[in-house]
């Protein structure tokens, strides 16, 4: 059974860095695109940061130049680095793995939450 399990959420002050991990288990890692969504209370939920198969990467406006989205497929693990953290980062964070191979294959992690406040 395929499973996303993130970690390094917790609680920063404005400023500060989280990186975020996220282990993929029985799944074929490195064909897989990853993404990171948020999602805060009261809003949808958003992409935040992705990294497809070959290694190419886009982002939200919003986390431009703050956030980077990386992978280790060796470890079948991606992480997305946060810098410069606002309070208006505050969310749950998701990780996500899709392909599409004739149908959609598409995961989610249970989530971790990032509070950022002084």
């Known amino acids: 059974q395929v499973q996303l399990v993130e970690s390094g959420g917790g609680l920063v002050q404005p400023g500060g860095s989280l990186r975020l991990s996220c282990l993929a288990s029985d799944i074929s890692f490195s064909i897989y695109n990853m993404g990171w969504y948020r999602q805060a209370p009261g809003k949808q939920r958003e992409l935040v940061a992705r990294i497809i198969t070959g290694g190419n990467t886009n982002y939200a406006d919003s986390v431009k130049g703050r956030f980077t989205i990386s992978r280790d497929n060796a470890k079948n693990t991606v992480y997305l680095q946060m810098n410069s953290l606002k309070p208006e980062d505050t969310a749950v964070y998701y990780c996500?793995?899709?392909?599409?191979?004739?149908?959609?294959?598409?995961?989610w992690g249970q989530g971790t939450q990032v509070t950022v406040s002084s």
């Open positions: 996500n793995a899709v392909r599409w191979a004739g149908t959609q294959y598409d995961y």
